[in-house]
């Protein structure tokens, strides 16, 4: 299975910060706005990334990454010259994806939580169709809304919707079997000028292949595309952090967990950045 990160967009809600700067590069505490991304799609066991980007920003991504080699896996980068939809990235990540099996997140999503391994795994074993979450908001007017039915399946899935059929809403992780890059193909652009996500999964429902995983309780999900989410969700991650002295979206501890590098490793990873808490709470990992 691949895994695409969409770090593209001008981050507009967030000038003057985004004026000269990536969204994705921002820090949420003590980490860029991606590592978080990044870290449920290791947390998942995918080890083979691509990252998609626009020009300007691509090389910073590249920069912070290089190969991925030195956390166990493989980095590929891809530009999205304009900001057509979140679902050109199949178009664009077609090679990339070469007929897998791919989770799409966004790169300004975090999501943490207890159980979202055990949400993230049960996606993941369906081989056919495509797989969204379910997550209860008090706005549903103004996120993608999807409606469940019985064995999983969904009923419906709107975008903003007038008069929302449900609470929960859809965030940006996304998993699909090999029929996304071609149905990505055959939508048409929304009134923005946009492939839309919610066409792709509309196009899954009708083949009544959409299927819903609903966030436990006690999972967090922040999408920071504004200063007040992205100070929310630094002063969520500051919190869990220092209550618990378990850092969230630490790419160089998961990797060492699921086996990608050794401890070699990750003492080599954690020498240059040894003046800081993050380096030195790399330094003492227990084996």
């Known amino acids: 299975m691949k895994g695409i990160i969409l770090a593209g967009g001008s981050g507009t809600r967030l000038f003057p910060l985004t004026l000269v700067l990536s969204k994705q590069i921002l820090p949420v505490y003590d980490k860029p706005v991606i590592y978080y ?12 990334i691509l990252i998609i980007s626009t020009d ?15 956390l166990g896996m493989s980095f590929s980068y891809k530009i999205q010259h304009e900001p057509k939809g979140i679902a050109e990235a199949f178009i ?3 090679d990339f994806i070469d007929g897998d099996q791919v989770v799409l997140i966004l790169g300004d999503n975090i999501f943490y939580g ?3 391994e055990s949400v ?3 996606a993941m074993k369906r081989k056919t169709g495509a797989t969204v979450l379910g997550y209860p908001t008090d706005s549903p007017g103004s996120f993608g809304i999807v409606e469940l039915g019985d064995h999983g399946k969904a009923l419906s899935i709107e975008e903003k919707p007038e008069n929302p059929k449900s609470k929960y ?6 998993f699909y079997d090999n029929q996304a890059v071609e149905i990505a193909k055959t939508i048409t652009p929304s009134k ?10 509309e196009a899954y429902l009708k083949k009544g292949q959409l299927y819903v995983e609903l966030l436990k309780n006690g999972t967090a ?3 920071t595309g504004t200063h007040d989410s992205l100070l929310n969700a630094a002063n969520y991650i500051r919190n869990i952090q220092k209550n618990n002295r378990l850092y969230i979206g630490c790419i160089e501890e998961i990797a060492y967990r699921k086996g990608f590098i050794d401890r070699e490793q990750l003492l080599k990873l954690a020498g240059p950045q040894q003046n800081s808490d993050y380096g030195k709470y790399l330094m003492n990992i227990e084996e």
């Open 92 to 94: 664009i990540g077609e």
């Open 192 to 201: 923005r000028g946009e492939l839309e996500i919610t066409a792709v999964n």
């Open 114 to 116: 207890n159980e979202l």
């Open 221 to 223: 999900w922040f999408d």
């Open 56 to 70: 300007i920003d691509l090389p910073l991504y590249q920069r912070l990454f290089d190969t991925g080699e030195q």
């Open 120 to 122: 993230i795994r049960k």
């Open 169 to 174: 809403a859809v965030p940006g992780l996304y």
């Open 37 to 48: 991304p990044l870290s449920v799609l290791m947390l998942a066991g995918i080890q083979e």
